[in-house]
T-cell receptor
Framework: DTAVSQTPKYLVTQMGNDKSIKCEQN?????MYWYKQDSKKFLKIMFS???????INETVPNRFSPKSPDKAHLNLHINSLELGDSAVYFC???????????????FGPGTRLTVT | QQPVQSPQAVILREGEDAVINCSSS?????VHWYRQKHGEAPVFLMILLKGGEQKGHDKISASFNEKKQQSSLYLTASQLSYSGTYFC?????????????FGTGTRLLVSP
């Protein structure tokens, strides 16, 4: 069974279009993340949800809107796509330990978005 | 602020050792290490926490100098499967929730 899955794996679209990426985890984790990895392989966090609530919202254009219908799913909707949005988008999940400690993150296979 | 990794790239022959360093200018709560192979997702290797606790794979070792905000990943007797890009992820835990800031990456190539 795949622990963290994403769909689609590849997405090619034109500027100005709206697209969505879906993520699901079957690990029973509390927290899910969206990362963007650009062409220089720089991996940067965009959003994080804990039990369906948004807890991290980095400086990301308003065109990006995450949504978590339940704690096993986290989707990313992107409006009015721009050339600079081309990247690989990774979903990840982890347990959350508020009392101390830190937990590994499990990454999905990634969605390669190409905007033409 | 993004942690800095060194070296940027390293080439090894199978069986050789390597050290990858990660340095932050901020006080850290934990350091994570991940390896990413070409076209794949990052995979967890190790967590080092402030106070000395560590979690990770038996064959990987790492250190965390809390005073200097530096961590090092030690790859010994390298195997072909060690090839990939290594990222450190640093955590400050200001808010009570985990937020990793990933480093610049170190590309490792192990040749036969």
């Amino acid at each position: 069974d795949t622990a963290v899955s994403q769909t689609p794996k590849y997405l090619v679209t034109q500027m100005g279009n709206d697209k969505s990426i879906k993520c699901e985890q079957n690990l029973g984790h509390d927290t899910m993340y969206w990362y963007k990895q650009d062409s220089k392989k720089f991996l940067k966090i965009m959003f994080s949800y804990n039990n369906k609530e948004l807890i991290i919202n980095e400086t990301v254009p308003n065109r990006f809107s995450p949504k978590s219908p339940d704690k096993a799913h986290l989707n990313l909707h992107i409006n009015s796509l721009e050339l600079g949005d081309s990247a690989v988008y990774f979903c990840a999940s982890s347990l959350e330990e508020l009392a101390g400690g830190s937990h590994e993150q499990y990454f999905g296979p990634g969605t390669r978005l190409t905007v033409t | 602020q993004q942690p800095v990794q060194s070296p940027q790239a390293v080439i090894l022959r199978e069986g050789e050792d390597a050290v990858i360093n990660c340095s932050s200018s901020k006080a850290l709560y934990s350091v994570h290490w991940y390896r990413q192979k070409h076209g794949e997702a990052p995979v967890f290797l190790m967590i080092l926490l402030k106070g000395g606790e560590q979690k990770g794979h038996d064959k990987i070792s790492a250190s965390f100098n809390e005073k200097k905000q530096q961590s090092s990943l030690y790859l010994t007797a390298s195997q072909l499967s060690y090839s990939g890009t290594y990222f450190c992820g640093t955590e400050r835990r200001n808010t009570g929730f985990q937020k990793l800031v990933f480093g610049t990456g170190t590309r490792l190539l192990v040749s036969p």
